[in-house]
């Protein structure tokens, strides 16, 4: 499963796009859509840019797939809609805090949806 258009559009919802890097509230460096590595895995660093919206989406392009990967490691089969939404989780709080959060844990055990969304 991949991240759907609508998921997409939610996270740049989310994040907006910002064509110079800047550090968000946890204090690390930023840029286009919420992207804190580009496609080859090298970090932002102050002072870059990116010339276009286009080049910020298609950033997020060249990284979504490692999110996608981490939301597939828990082994959970999930809904497009359910996908979606943990994928822009992962994006937003990153692969590591994702993989050890309490939301992923309550969904292995199986654990009741509704106390899951709230978890979300």
Not at 4 to 25: D, H, M, T, V
Not at 67 to 94: P, R, S, W
Request: hydrophobic content about 40%.
């Amino acid at each position: 499963m991949k991240i759907s258009e609508r998921g997409l559009n939610l996270i740049k919802e989310f994040e907006g796009c910002k064509l110079a890097a800047y550090q968000c509230p946890a204090g690390i460096w930023t840029i286009g859509i919420g992207s804190t590595h580009y496609g080859d895995g090298t970090p932002v660093t102050k002072n870059r840019t990116l010339p276009t919206e286009k080049a910020a989406i298609a950033l997020l392009a060249a990284t979504i797939g490692q999110y996608e990967k981490a939301v597939h490691a828990m082994g959970v089969e999930l809904t497009q809609n359910e996908f979606d939404a943990l994928v822009c989780l992962c994006y937003n709080i990153g692969a590591g805090n994702f993989a050890s959060s309490t939301l992923v844990k309550m969904l292995k055990a199986g654990d009741n949806k509704a106390e899951i969304a709230k978890q979300l």
